[in-house]
């Protein structure tokens, strides 16, 4: 059964530094998408994507963020300048269409540690 | 703005016990109600929708719009049914984001 993968599972990094998370959705997907986690706390919504451009996102989503789709396969969550408040688990999804009801695939996960 | 509220962050009953998970939405239009699992190291999955009106597992969930309530039950809980559950809302519009609510993590007991 197709899966959404994520890569690194587990990504520790310095305060200020870039960091770079990839997704690789369900292949026949239109609709792709990034929550994250924070330790504790409930999952958040930062971003969907469709059709090559954002179509929503939330006040988590600032300068520091963006998301790229380089190819036909990858979907990637970049943070330019990693606060100590990144850090978090980031969740990408993906779903076939935006009809009523269609369900969200998500994939494993990203944790991001920042020191 | 969405809103989801699940107030009880953990539920321990016995097997064979029933079970009902609280979900409480505050949204102005139509929404599309979901519940979410999450068994142990395995990623999130859709349980059921409301727009199905369907049992899976022996779940099921009932929209009460007068209430704002979206609670999942089961009749006869089993010990596989411990996991953490996620009540989702969102639009009725086309890629709509889902608003998550905390989460309740129900521990089913032999």
């Known amino acids: 059964e197709p899966e959404v993968t994520q890569t690194p599972s587990h990504q520790v990094t310095q305060m200020g530094q870039e960091v770079i998370l990839r997704c690789v959705p369900i292949s026949n997907h239109l609709y792709f998408y990034w929550y994250r986690q924070i330790l504790g706390q409930k999952v958040e919504f930062l971003v969907s994507f469709y059709n090559n451009e954002i179509s929503e996102k939330s006040e988590i989503f600032d300068d520091q963020f963006s998301v790229e789709r380089p190819d036909g396969s990858n979907f990637t969550l970049k943070i330019r300048s990693t606060k100590l408040e990144d850090s978090a688990m980031y969740f990408c999804?993906?779903?076939?269409?935006?009809?009523?009801?269609?369900?969200?695939?998500f994939g494993e996960g990203s944790r991001l540690t920042v020191l | 703005a969405q809103r989801v509220t699940q107030p009880e962050k953990l539920l321990s009953v016995f097997k064979g016990a029933p079970v009902e998970l609280k979900c409480n939405y505050s949204?102005?239009?139509?929404?599309?109600l979901f519940w979410y699992v999450q068994y142990s190291r395995q990623r999130l999955q859709l349980l059921l929708r409301h727009i199905s009106r369907e049992s899976i597992k022996g779940f099921t969930a009932d929209l009460n719009k007068g209430e704002t309530s979206f609670h999942l039950k089961k009749p006869f809980a089993q010990e596989e049914d411990s996991a953490m559950y996620y009540c989702?809302?969102?639009?009725?519009?086309?890629?709509?984001?889902?608003?998550f609510g905390e989460g309740t993590q129900l521990t089913v007991n032999p």
């Open positions: 989702a809302l969102s639009r009725v519009t086309s890629g709509s984001r889902l608003t």
């Open positions: 999804a993906s779903r076939r269409s935006g009809g009523v009801g269609e369900e969200l695939f």
């Open positions: 949204y102005s239009g139509s929404p599309e």
